[in-house]
């Protein structure tokens, strides 16, 4: 990838740019049927792709009219990491947990997003309305210190909203990287 585009764009060329960004579905991800009708309802482009760490990235389509001679890949700075509900994240942490660490090794260098489909999974965590036996104590330990020692972002999300969440989460990266 590059390191970073240094053209100038105007609105419209800037619009036509992030109208043309295509998420990046890897091709291991399990039951992404909801984001994918969400995707083609919107006419938000994807294509599936193995990615080395993640389930979702995004790229840049070359568009030669305005400077971008080749599809411009984004998956070293940026990833998110989807789980369906409480019970596959606790499964990473207890059974999984060298296998989850290592996924957050490789993303050393990117900006990686934990996104849970859980609107209230923090409260869920503590009062532990999930189940396994992992204990709520040992779960929220093992989430915060991932947080600040690997620097990701964990969010909780209703799975209605994941879709949304996931275009507008690279819309917003690819503009900043673009102005």
Not at 55 to 69: E, Q, R
Not at 115 to 143: A, C, F, M, R, W
Request: hydrophobic share 35%; net charge negative; no cysteine.
């Amino acid at each position: 990838m590059i390191d970073h585009i240094s053209y100038r764009y105007t609105d419209n060329e800037l619009d036509q740019l992030l109208d043309s960004l295509t998420v990046l579905v890897d091709t291991r991800e399990k039951n992404p049927d909801h984001l994918l009708d969400y995707f083609d309802q919107q006419g938000i482009s994807y294509i599936d792709r193995k990615l080395e760490y993640g389930d979702y990235s995004f790229m840049l389509p070359a568009n030669k009219d305005l400077g971008i001679v080749k599809d411009v890949y984004f998956t070293d700075s940026i990833a998110i990491e989807r789980k369906a509900d409480l019970n596959e994240l606790s499964g990473n942490l207890a059974q999984k947990r060298q296998q989850f660490e290592n996924e957050l090794l490789r993303a050393d260098q990117s900006k990686f997003i934990l996104l849970v489909e859980d609107p209230q999974g923090y409260e869920n965590i503590v009062n532990h309305n999930y189940k396994t036996k992992y204990k709520p104590k040992s779960y929220l330990g093992s989430l915060l210190a991932f947080e600040h020692r690997y620097n990701i972002t964990i969010q909780f999300l209703a799975p209605a909203y994941t879709g949304q969440f996931i275009r507008y989460e690279f819309y917003y990266y690819l503009r900043e990287y673009l102005k």
